[in-house]
């Protein structure tokens, strides 16, 4: 069980000359824990003993730890124990009053209380007998190695493990969707067309060469002795054409013979077991807040109807002279808007990314230390992938279906995907070193996703968009987010059909209708994700406009900027609540001083 919670999340961005990240200025270790109260250390020794803990279920995920030689446990019975670990460190917790912690203590008590409500309630709901959907499948990830470093022989002894350990893993996911199934509780049949095609490219791959597994084996480092080399290739082939491949193809025949033709053919995840609550408890996972789907839905329509009004605008300086429906179709077939390669595209991306790179010291004083690449997703996802990805290592760009990937969105997407969107941001989270490991590793979608989203308007100032088609690109974007309020709760509350859906987004966006189906796809089979772009965007909109109005003149969209920044990854009251105290401390940047003068260099906006 890979947690949504713990963000390998996909996320870092090119380090700009004359400015470099560290975290702000902290009392010597002696001088803090003299600083320490009993409310204080008792926090701290559970959720210490905790991350432990958690990481000791889930090795992979801890950053830096290298290539893992076992896959994760998801039985039922791990399952449980997780579940009344998780039940009884609540209760820990909640003996602990608030008002006895210190002030960054109190903040830690609000993130980590909701972070066990979220690793509780996906285990109450049985989230793991629903282990993929039409964005992601738990077993596409594994032969995923750019996010893993091969150094030694070791690596490559753990890799093949891991390999080894591919069978008992999937019988594991395997019975636990045959669970799921027996109550009804699987992804909508509608979304899963195609979607076993993953598997097949593993199952019926001409050998292990032909797959993403041996990808770690075609470059090793020096080193790896010769011989070392040749006994691991041999080895990993033995692994991969006889216990990896077959364990695809038996998850293949499971899917196509027994699990997709008896899924569900409902929409709404309140029509599924416990539905209202588990669609409840959906939205507060990636919302962090406690709208209603009804309020949700509403938002909506009001959102899309200001940003259709800004569109119009824009379209109108195009100089085009039809309607806004001929204009999408413009938009959608004028080649133009369209490359002829994907390195073409990939070309373009990079050089977005780049003119970035110059504009970041203007907006931020504090840049991350961690670089990010360009690549393009695996052909093996790529026709049922997203746009994009974006991660603090990696920038994914879908190259697939060239005339579904109009260079007018293409700003926005690196902007939200790369810097000063997620690669930035997670960059960031990890080098905070005054946080504890709960903060820093965890990705909660509403802060990230609004953060990102926020990246994409904020384009505007720092001059990425240089036409109007570019502008319209960056508001098709915001509407796309605005208008999944309305689909998401249209579809998992309003029972919309997926037809419905689909003609919301092509009414109302420049989107292409390969992106279109694929979205809404991944919105009906993954309730409530698509709610954390603009709730978080809007909170983050809101929070610096209360901070310009309160400080005028004092305002420094730097030091705004670094405050958001410097939280690592939290949920909407507390960003809310840290922009409260921005303010009354007289918008002070949580740069150190030591630093002041890479930021002061900087060209201002």
Known sequence: MRLRLLAGVALAAAMVAGAVSAAPDVPPASAQAAKVGPADAKFQAIYKAEWEWRMSEFPGERRGAGVHAKLGQVDPASQARRLAHWQEVRKSVDAIAEKDLSGEEAVNYEVYRNQLDTLINQIRFKEYEKPFNSDSQFWSGLGFTSSRTFHNAQDYKNWISQMNDVPRWFDDQTANMRSGLARGFTPPRATLVGRDKSVSNVSEAADAEHTLFWKPFEHMPQSVSPADQAALRAEAKRTIEGRVMPAYAKLLTFLDTEYIPHTTTVLAAEALPDGKAYYQAQIKEFTTTDMTPEEIHQL?????????????????????????????????????????????????????????????????????????????????IAPFYTSARGGTNTYLLNTYDLPSRPLYNLTALTLHESAPGHSLQGGLAEEQDRLPEFRRNVYISAYGEGWALYCERLGVEMGMYDTPYDRFGMLTFQMWRAARLVVDSGVHHKGWTREQAIKYLHDNTALADHDIEIEVDRYISWPGQALSYYLGMMAIVEARAKAEKALGPKFDIRAFHDTVLSMGSVPIPVLKARIDRFIAEGGKDPMPVTFQKAKDNAATP
């Open 300 to 380: 909506g329509l009001s959102e899309v109807a200001k940003i259709h009004a800004q569109m119009l605008e824009v379209m109108k300086e195009t100089g085009f002279k039809g309607d806004f429906p001929a204009f999408l179709e413009f938009l959608r077939t004028d080649p133009q808007f369209y490359v002829k390669t994907p390195q073409e595209l990939l070309n373009r991306a990079a050089w977005i990314a780049k003119r970035v790179d110059g504009k970041l010291p203007a907006y931020f004083g504090w840049l991350p230390r961690s670089r990010f690449g360009i690549e393009p997703v695996a052909p093996d």
